[in-house]
């Protein structure tokens, strides 16, 4: 099983630059490109500070020249957001711009805050249809001249300028939970990028069966990788491991109300929650955060990964994103890298 960084600018305080966010970024890359991770991901989100990325393309385009082995990737395009055509043209030009270093990750989006306001009265179902259309004219695309006449998109004859280093483009991942997602997936040539969130390895097995069931049903289709994405915190002590399950349990509860999308946000600043109002989410207390989630002493992250691994998963992704200071992610990660990943064979292998 191979590693990586899912990693977003986040905004704690008002009283912190956007660009120091940025500069906390590329040390994190930097961090995992060092101890041997295999890819950095970064997801497309707007009008958040909870979670700053409004185009991941120019942050991999800003990391690319930083960067030497590392991949980057995109994880992920929210697809009904997107013109195939466009995609496929900034997805080839950053290609260019990483050397053959991109990897392409599609998604349907999850946050009607974000469907409001740049696709109003779009739905989960319909993001999904105009994924499922997406995904197979970007890959023609970017391997040529290519006409399309669907449902959401009609264009004559075009073809990605410019043309990705990779050849047919890069290697794309889709963002999956239900069968008929990893049926997609697997059907298309895609990779499969899972997260459980906060539900527990009941949930992590359960992704393998439906991947398992996917690939089991499309048998003349290569077996794709699947990558599990999950919050992890690799702790210097239990008590240490105990704060770390408090500052997830809160960031939960925000991921939970951005979700809902019913409390007031102010320059893309959600309004503070009461300890009463997280308290009444119990899904999301530390107890049930530290059972669910990948957080303990490196022995302990250890031991959970290694049950992932026997369950078949290709790549685990370190989700750093916790509203954690920048030093307490940084010592989570570089204990990650060197307590935890020689545990596993080949860390310092770039595919």
């Known amino acids: 099983m191979k590693f ?17 966010l940025l500069n906390e970024l590329e040390a994190l890359v930097k961090l995992a490109e060092e101890g041997g991770m295999q890819a950095a991901w970064i997801g497309e989100h707007h009008g958040m500070e909870f979670t700053i990325a409004p185009n991941p393309f120019i942050q991999i385009a800003y990391l690319a020249p930083k960067t030497t082995k590392i991949r980057l990737g995109t994880s992920s395009v929210i697809a009904p957001f997107w013109h ?4 496929a043209g900034e997805t080839a030009m950053t290609d260019v711009i990483t050397g053959g270093r991109l990897e ?38 970017l ?8 449902e959401y998109w009609q264009f004559p004859k075009t073809s990605a300028v410019p043309q990705p280093v990779q050849p047919g483009g890069p290697p794309m991942w889709v963002a999956a939970r239900d069968p008929n997602s990893h049926e997609f997936a697997v059907r298309t040539g895609c990779n499969v990028q899972v997260t459980p969130l906060a539900s527990g390895d009941v949930e992590v097995e359960s992704l393998m069966q439906r991947f398992n069931a996917a690939c089991e049903a499309n048998p003349e289709v290569k077996r794709p990788q699947i990558m599990l994405l999950q919050h992890t915190y690799v702790a210097s002590d239990e008590p240490d491991a105990a704060r770390g399950a408090e500052e997830l349990s809160r960031f939960y509860c925000y991921f939970g109300a951005w979700f809902l999308n019913k409390r007031p946000v102010t320059r893309g600043a959600m309004e503070r929650m009461t300890p009463e109002e997280m308290a009444a989410m119990p899904q999301f207390s530390p107890e049930a955060v530290r059972k669910n989630l990948v957080i303990g002493t490196a022995d302990e992250v250890v031991a959970r990964l290694k049950s992932y691994e026997a369950l078949g998963y290709d790549q685990f992704s370190m989700w750093i994103d916790s509203g954690m200071s920048f030093a307490r992610k940084k010592a989570s990660l570089l204990r990650f890298i060197k307590e935890v990943m020689p545990h596993f064979q080949e860390v310092h292998e770039y595919a």
Do not use: N, W
């Open 4 to 20: 990586s960084l899912f990693v977003h600018m986040e905004r704690l305080e008002a009283g912190q630059s956007h660009t120091e």
């Open 84 to 87: 195939p055509i466009k995609l």
């Open 104 to 141: 392409l990750g599609i998604a349907r989006g999850a946050y009607s805050y974000e469907y409001e306001r740049l696709h109003p009265g779009l739905t989960p179902m319909e993001a999904g249809l105009r994924m499922r259309e997406l995904v197979p004219a970007v890959q023609k695309l």
């Open 143 to 150: 391997q040529g001249d290519y006409e399309h006449q669907g």
